[in-house]
Structures are given as C-alpha cells and as structure tokens.
T-cell receptor
Framework: GQNIDQPTEMTATEGAIVQINCTYQ??????LFWYQQHAGEAPTFLSY????GLEEKGRFSSFLSRSKGYSYLLLKELQMKDSASYLC?????????????FGPGTRLSVLP | ETGVTQSPTHLIKTRGQQVTLRCSSQ?????VSWYQQALGQGPQFIFQ???????GRGNFPPRFSGLQFPNYSSELNVNALELDDSALYLC????????????FGPGTRLTVL
C-alpha cells in the first residue's frame, strides 16, 4: 500500500527556521518531491530528491533517507509569504506514469 | 512559455449531473495528469494521459473518464455527480517520463449540491 505522513499544522516565527517532516511507505520509490501550495492556488514545485542526502536551493533545503523512508523540508529565514501548505509527494517505482502519491500536507503559519 | 491553464475556474452542479473540466498543458509537455483535492487534504491521483492514451489510473470509479487531444490538451469528465465529488480538480502537465516535476494548473473548484 501507499502511505505518506506529515504533521497537519505547524507554526513558526518570521526569521526563524522550520523543519517539516515526511515519512513514507510506498510499494516502490522513484523520487520524492516537495510542493508549496498557497490557499486556493495550484501547488508549485520546491524540490526533488531521489538519492540520499541534502539538496539546497536558496532558503529551502530538502533531505532524504531512503532506508528510513524519511524526508524533511527545511525553510530558513522564514518570511510571512511562506505561510502555505507544504505537500510531500512520492513517485512509486514501477508506475510508468508520472503519477504522484501525495501526503495530506502541512499547513505552516508564519507569525510576525 | 504558456503555463498550464484550466477552465472553468468554478462550477456548481447538482447531484446526478455530468461535468466536463478542461486543461491546456504547458507548451512542450505531452503528458497530463488529473488530481482531486478535497479541502484540507493532499491531491489524489485520478489518471494520466500520454499521447492521447490513458497511462495510469488511481482508485477512482469508471464514472471518472478523460480524453487527451492531439494538441495534448485534456478533458476530465465526471458522470452521475455525487456530493463527495465536491473538490478542487487539478491538472498537471509534464514532459513524458523521467524525473521532471509536474507543473500544476490553477484548478477548477467543483461544488456539487
């Protein structure tokens, strides 16, 4: 089966650092993606990991451990505009389509 | 470069009716995936079309069907609407297989009364 878990909600302060965790159990693994989704808008791509380790893109970093079925998204120097839902998605191996299995999303609120 | 577009933006239907949602993929993309996102949840995969053929399907009943056209635009059709079909329907396009991310459209908000 496919199961992806994320915390439902998180709160952090402007300028701080926040880590959003994601654990997954899927029938295969062919990459993990993080998307940002503001209320009422489309998800936008943030990062992609297929090998273990840390990928850094500006204020955003994403980490993957395939043996632990674990990933996290790290957001530094938080800004008010970072208030959004963050979606973890896994592409299972063996699916010839590019369909993703999404987690429920973590709603992050950044407070002044 | 034109992004993914969807129409209509919002739609209200009653139970038992049929609905067609439309998606134009991003320029150069030949693969379109459809997702259903209920309020407060992550998107759920409905199906994917690649070169006008269904290329994978999630756990949705046959009353959810689709088409892809030669220009790679796509339609999602839902028959015999149920109240639980109320959701945001997202279309995502990508360039065929591989590690490329999917680019999402703004979605169609469907309300079934």
């Amino acid at each position: 089966g496919q199961n992806i878990d994320q915390p439902t909600e998180m709160t952090a302060t402007e300028g701080a650092i926040v880590q959003i965790n994601c654990t997954y159990q899927t029938s295969g693994f062919n990459g993990l993606f993080w998307y940002q989704q503001h209320a009422g808008e489309a998800p936008t791509f943030l990062s992609y990991n297929v090998l273990d380790g840390l990928e850094e893109k500006g204020r955003f970093s994403s980490f993957l451990s395939r043996s632990k079925g674990y990933s996290y998204l790290l957001l530094k120097e938080l800004q008010m505009k970072d208030s959004a839902s963050y979606l973890c998605a896994v592409r299972p191996r063996g699916n010839y389509g590019q369909n993703f299995v999404f987690g429920p999303g973590t709603r992050l609120s950044v407070l002044p | 470069e034109t992004g993914v577009t969807q129409s209509p933006t919002h739609l209200i239907k009653t139970r038992g009716q049929q609905v067609t949602l439309r998606c134009s993929s991003q320029s150069g993309h030949n693969t379109v995936s459809w997702y259903q996102q209920a309020l407060g949840q992550g998107p759920q995969f409905i199906f994917q079309y690649y070169r006008e053929e269904e290329n994978g399907r999630g756990n949705f009943p046959p009353r959810f069907s689709g088409l892809q056209f030669p220009n790679y635009s796509s339609e999602l059709n839902v028959n015999a609407l149920e109240l639980d079909d109320s959701a945001l329907y997202l279309c995502a396009s990508s360039y065929t297989q591989g590690y490329n991310e999917q680019f999402f459209g703004p979605g169609t908000r469907l309300t079934v009364l």
